[in-house]
């Protein structure tokens, strides 16, 4: 049965210069047009779906259950890769198979995924380059619609995963990497919280040091502003990773970090 008021939520590197975003919107809203739509973002680099999967992973479970979570971030389009729709948990997410999903199927090995291929629930026309507009957004409006998933497509068992790094525990210290760079020049790390505070067991936050490129960072903060105005800094982001950040500042820059780079870690 269909909620009455359902919650479409859009992330894409569309940016918003384009009618790209918009156009998705549209179709959506020609389907279910009682849905609700709610743009996660549309600022992911172009082509980077490490970003858009850190984004997705850092934001969803934030809307309510039964939230359908539609993801665009697709260099592949028009070639052989495929168009899934997967219910993870209470939350349903439409994307294309190219590991724009790691961080959820990760965190709910008991997912379902179908691939998208009845042409009932797509546009009568496909284009080879907006899939989009014409695969994707029809499969979240549908199932915005109550559409059961199983109904959408066949089973698929066996999803594109990225390789992403993992950061290094080590009784001597930690080797972070530097997932992507946000627009405020914030680093963020594949280091969670957790894996820090198991490795850390309780001893003073003040006796880290981190590695940043050619600077040393001592202590982690709880706020940007503990650091002052244009200096380093490292805390844990609201979405639970290592951030290596700058008060009012642009750290990848000020720092020379790049997505990649290692951070480390170390007791003093």
């Known amino acids: 049965m269909a909620a009455t008021n359902p919650i479409i939520t859009l992330l894409s590197d569309f940016g918003v210069s384009d009618p790209y975003a918009g156009m998705i919107k549209g179709v959506i809203l020609s389907i279910a047009p009682q849905a609700r739509v709610v743009d996660l973002t549309n600022d992911i680099a172009r082509h980077q779906i490490l970003e858009g999967a850190v984004a997705l992973e850092a934001a969803y ?3 309510p259950k039964g939230t359908t979570h539609l993801a665009v971030v697709d260099p ?10 997967c219910r993870a948990s209470d939350w349903f997410f ?12 990760q965190a709910h090995s008991d997912f379902q995924m179908v691939s998208l291929e009845d042409p009932a629930f797509r546009l009568p026309k496909v284009s080879r380059t907006f899939a989009g ?17 199983e109904a959408i497509g066949p089973p698929v068992t066996d999803p594109v995963m990225l390789e992403v790094p993992r950061p290094v525990l080590r009784e001597g210290g930690i080797e972070a990497h530097i997932l992507y760079i946000d627009r405020f020049g914030n680093c963020i790390t594949d280091l969670r919280e957790e894996e820090f505070e198991s490795w850390h067991q309780g001893k003073g936050r003040r006796d880290i040091v981190m590695r940043a490129g050619e600077s040393l960072i001592r202590g982690l903060s709880q ?5 002052a105005e244009g200096n380093p800094l490292a805390l844990f982001s609201s979405s639970q990773r290592l951030e290596i950040a700058m008060n009012q500042g642009n750290a990848a820059r000020r720092l020379s970090l790049a997505a990649g780079d ?5 007791l003093v």
Do not use: C, M, Q, W
């Open 76 to 85: 592949g389009v028009g070639t052989t890769r495929r168009a899934v729709a």
């Open 133 to 149: 507009r014409d695969i994707f957004a029809p499969a979240a409006a549908h199932l915005a619609n109550g559409v059961l998933l």
């Open 223 to 227: 706020s940007y502003n503990e650091a």
């Open 61 to 63: 479970r934030y809307f």
């Open 94 to 105: 439409v994307a294309p198979d190219n590991g724009l999903l790691t961080f959820i199927l």
């Open 262 to 266: 290692t951070i480390k870690l170390t």
